[in-house]
C-alpha cells in the first residue's frame, strides 16, 4: 500500500470501490474533533517521509525549485511564528493576494495552524474592490505581492480600511509603511508547536473565505470550515485520479476556489506533486511545453485553456505521460474533447461545484464518461434536481439542481454560512435544501446534464463574473444612466461581458465612448470584467416593479445570431 493511500485511509473508510453504485452507497469519512489539514497532514508526511516531494515550482524563465514536504513544514513553521510576530492571532482575518509565489501555499497552511481565517484573492483586484472586502470581513492583516499596481491599489484602499493593522508584501520592493515579509519571515524561529487546550482549533471552527461572484448584490462571503479540506479528498482521488507520486498541475490562481480544488489539500491527501507555475501571462505553447518538460501525470484546466491549446499544434509535443485530464467551471464544448482526446489519449473528464462546495457532481473513477455530462451526484452529497415545489425531476426535465437535508446532516464539504449574511443563508437553505441557482437535467442513465444558471452569473475564460460589480462600475462613468450586464457567447472564450447601457440626455453614443467606458470599467474593477461588447439602448427591459429583465436581454441577443 503505497503512502498516499495510508494516508487517505486514515479518514476514508475504503479507497478503492468496485463500481460506482458502491462508492455512492458505502463511502464515509471521518473527521476528528480537532482534524486540522495542515498539522494532521502536511506535518505528518514531513515526519513520516521528509524527502518525499511536494512541489515543483515554476515559471516562464525556465526556474524550477523543488520543496520537500520538509521544506514546506519549516517554511510553514517560520510563516507561522513571523505572522503571530506581526499581531495575528486565532481568529483574526487575513487577506492575501500572492499569484501563486510559495507563499501563497505557505501563508495559508500557517494561518491554519494558527487558527486565523485566511481570504485566498485574487490580484486583479482594485481599489474599490479591496476596501469592500476589508471592511465585510473585518481583516486585520493584507498580503500582496510587490506588484506596483497592486500595491498602489492596497495603499489607496487603506485610508478607508479601519480594521486592517498590518500591510505586508512578499518580493524585492517593499514600499513605506509595509513590512517586508520574507524578511519577517527569514528571522523568525522554526519551531511551531501545535496549540494545545482551549487553543487548540475544533474541525467546526472558522478557517476559509472565499468572495462569491455577487450576482444579486456585492459578493457574498463564504464560509468554510476545518472540515472542508477532507471532502477534497474525493475531488482528487475519485475525480481526479490522483496517485501517490503523480506531478499534478491544475491551471488556477491562489485567488479562485479552485485553487483549494486543485492545488492544495486533495492532491496532497494523496501524495502528489504540485506544479505551482506562476506565469505572469498565460500563453498556450509555453504550457505545452511545460506540460512535457514536467511529464504531467494529472491535469485540470478551465475550458478556456483546453480551447486554446487545441488550436496549437499539439501533434509535436509527447503526452505520454499524462494519464488523467479533467475540466469544471462551464460546459465543454464535445469537439474540444475529441480533439484533446485524439492529440494526447486522454478525454477531460467534467465535474460540476461550486465556492460553497466541493464536488457535487462529476465523471469519477470507473464510470463510462458520457461528453458533455458532468457526471454523477458526489457520495458526499445528497444531490437532487427538483421542481419549484420541491419534487424532484422525472428524467429530462430540467430542474434546480439542490442538495437535500443539509439541516438533518451538514456534509462535510458544504459551506458553513455566508459569513456576516444570516439572511443570504436562510434563502440559500430554504425547506432543508441548499439551493445552487443553478439547472440541470437526468439522463435515463442517472447522468446530469447541467443546463445553465439562475443567478446570471457569467463565465468568461474560467472566471466567475458577477453582473453587479460590473454594471456598479459601468454606471460610474458619467455618461451612463443605466447599465444591465449579460453573456453573449464566444467561441474561444465560452461567454463574453456584454453590458447594454443607457446614456445621460445629450450624449451620443460612438464607439469611442465605448472604448472610453471599456478603459473606464479595468480601472474601477478587475481588468477581466470589463465589458468586451457594449450596446446602447433607448431604454432596458423591466419588469412592472422596475427590475431589469436580463432574461429579455439575453433572448434578443439569441435571435440576432
Known amino acids: 500500500m503505497n503512502g498516499g493511500t495510508v494516508m487517505i485511509k486514515n479518514y476514508l473508510n475504503e479507497t478503492d470501490f468496485t463500481s460506482y453504485e458502491d462508492m455512492k452507497e458505502n463511502l464515509r469519512i471521518t473527521c476528528p474533533d480537532d482534524f486540522n489539514f495542515a498539522f494532521d ?44 510576530s506581526l499581531g495575528i492571532a486565532r481568529g483574526d482575518v487575513v487577506m492575501f493576494m500572492l499569484k501563486q509565489r510559495v507563499e501563497a501555499w505557505t501563508c495559508m497552511l500557517a494561518m491554519h495552524k494558527i487558527g486565523a481565517i485566511c481570504i485566498p484573492a485574487t490580484h486583479q483586484l482594485t481599489k474599490k ?44 520592493s517593499i514600499p513605506d509603511g509595509a513590512v517586508d515579509l520574507r524578511s519577517s519571515i527569514e528571522k523568525a524561529s522554526e519551531a511551531f508547536q501545535r496549540p494545545q487546550g482551549d487553543d487548540r482549533n475544533r474541525a467546526s471552527d472558522p478557517m476559509l473565505i472565499y468572495f462569491s461572484s455577487g450576482t444579486t448584490g456585492m459578493p457574498k462571503m463564504v464560509l ?66 511545460l506540460m512535457q518538460e514536467l511529464q504531467i501525470n494529472v ?73 458533455g455530462s458532468v457526471g454523477k451526484p458526489s457520495p458526499l452529497y445528497n444531490v437532487d434536481i427538483v421542481d419549484e415545489n420541491g419534487k424532484t425531476c422525472p428524467p429530462r426535465e430540467v430542474g434546480s439542481i439542490v442538495i437535500r437535508g443539509v439541516y438533518d446532516h451538514h456534509p462535510i464539504g458544504l459551506f458553513c454560512e455566508y459569513y456576516r449574511d444570516s439572511q443570504a443563508t436562510e434563502d440559500a437553505c430554504k425547506g432543508n435544501m441548499y439551493n445552487t441557482g443553478d439547472t440541470a437535467w ?14 446570471d452569473v457569467i463565465k468568461c475564460s474560467g472566471y466567475r463574473i458577477g453582473p453587479y460589480e460590473v454594471e456598479s462600475a459601468v454606471l460610474t462613468h458619467p455618461a451612463a444612466l443605466e447599465c444591465a450586464v449579460t453573456a453573449v457567447p464566444h467561441p474561444t472564450r465560452g461567454q463574453v461581458v456584454k453590458a447594454t ?55 434578443h441577443d439569441k435571435k440576432k445570431q
Open 299 to 371: 491535469f485540470c484546466a478551465p475550458p478556456t485553456i483546453y480551447r486554446f491549446l487545441i488550436k496549437e499544434d499539439m501533434a509535436k509535443y509527447n503526452f505520454s505521460s499524462l494519464r488523467h485530464a479533467s475540466v469544471a467551471g462551464e460546459p465543454l464544448n464535445p469537439e474540444v474533447v475529441y480533439q484533446f482526446e485524439k492529440f494526447t489519449g486522454v478525454a477531460p473528464a467534467e465535474a460540476y461545484g461550486q465556492t460553497e462546495t466541493t464536488v457535487l457532481v462529476g465523471n469519477f473513477k470507473g464510470m463510462p464518461i458520457k461528453v
Open 41 to 84: 497532514v502536511m506535518d505528518r508526511w514531513a515526519n513520516e517521509q521528509p524527502a518525499k516531494r511536494a512541489m515543483i515550482w515554476c515559471d516562464d524563465h525556465g526556474t524550477r525549485i523543488d520543496y520537500s514536504f520538509s521544506d514546506l513544514k519549516r517554511l510553514t513553521d517560520k510563516t507561522a511564528n513571523a505572522l503571530v
Open 129 to 172: 474592490d479591496i476596501e469592500y472586502r476589508c471592511n465585510a470581513a473585518g481583516v486585520k492583516m493584507v498580503i500582496t505581492v510587490d506588484d506596483p499596481e497592486l500595491v498602489a491599489y492596497v495603499q489607496e484602499s487603506l485610508p478607508q480600511c479601519p480594521s486592517v493593522k498590518t500591510y505586508a508584501v512578499v518580493g524585492r
Open 224 to 289: 468554510h470550515n476545518y472540515t472542508y479540506p477532507l471532502a477534497h479528498i474525493v475531488t482528487a482521488h475519485f475525480w481526479h485520479q490522483v496517485k501517490d507520486g503523480d506531478i499534478s498541475l491544475t491551471m488556477s490562481d491562489s485567488g479562485w476556489g479552485k485553487f483549494a480544488w486543485g492545488k492544495l489539500y486533495g492532491q496532497w491527501f494523496c501524495g502528489a506533486t504540485v506544479v505551482a507555475y506562476d506565469s505572469e501571462r498565460f500563453h498556450p505553447v509555453k504550457l505545452l511545453e
Open 501 to 555: 447601457i443607457v446614456l445621460v440626455k445629450g450624449v451620443e453614443p460612438s464607439e469611442a465612448l465605448k472604448k472610453e467606458i471599456q478603459e473606464h470599467v479595468k480601472h474601477i474593477t478587475a481588468p477581466y470584467k470589463y465589458p468586451r461588447v457594449i450596446e446602447f439602448v433607448d431604454e432596458l427591459p423591466k419588469t412592472i416593479s422596475g427590475k431589469i429583465r436580463r432574461v429579455e436581454i439575453r433572448e
Open 442 to 455: 437526468y439522463d435515463e442513465d442517472g447522468y446530469i446534464w447541467f443546463e445553465g444558471r439562475n443567478d
